[in-house]
């Protein structure tokens, strides 16, 4: 016999209460219930092939914190502020490792392939957004949050979270028709 997968927030709100207490089948549902907007969103801050590692630790970090999350509180922006967190802790190893690596080895930077696709055109134009402008506006172009729940993920003010999600869009559409932004 095959569970079904609870439907609505209350279920939700019960499954993480549950998760609190140590239940990990009631964890295992939110994680299925959350990971396709949580590795997409991380996909997007830190890149494909790192989102899977990324999520991971953060669906880790979040089973260790789910006793002092506030019950009252909703679970997915809750999951995706501390999924932010680690993209951000990642990105800064990241960024550490790779000076290091260029210093080390003296690497020229190699410029990018002519574009293809407009897929591939968004892709890059979001690759050379700052960390804070991408999140921003993956969050709320992307995956539809509302802009003050964007700025409770990432955890900024509703005045600069506006102010990257439109910078943001202004330079990815700049990028996609070809000028600088």
Do not use: C, Y
Request: charged share 30%.
């Amino acid at each position: 016999m095959r569970a079904t997968m609870p439907a609505n927030h209350d279920d939700e709100a019960q499954l993480a209460a549950d998760a609190a207490r140590g239940d990990t089948r009631a964890f295992d549902w939110l994680v299925l219930m959350h990971e396709a907007r949580v590795r997409s969103f991380l996909a997007r801050v830190v890149g494909r092939a790192d989102a899977e590692d990324v999520a991971q630790e953060a669906f880790v970090k979040a089973w260790l914190a789910l006793p002092r999350r506030r019950p009252e509180a909703r679970f997915e922006p809750w999951l995706l502020a501390i999924a932010w967190n680690v993209a951000l802790d990642f990105l800064k190893r990241t960024r550490r490792a790779a000076a290091r690596d260029r210093a080390w080895h003296a690497v020229s930077e190699v410029e990018d392939p002519p574009a293809g696709t407009a897929r591939i055109e968004v892709e890059r134009a979001l690759a050379r957004l700052s960390v804070d402008e991408r999140a921003a506006l993956v969050l709320t172009e992307g995956h539809g949050w509302s802009q003050s729940e964007a700025a409770g993920i990432l955890d900024m003010p509703l005045g600069t979270l506006k102010s990257a999600a439109l910078r943001a869009k202004r330079k990815v559409l700049a990028a996609i028709d070809g000028e600088s932004a």
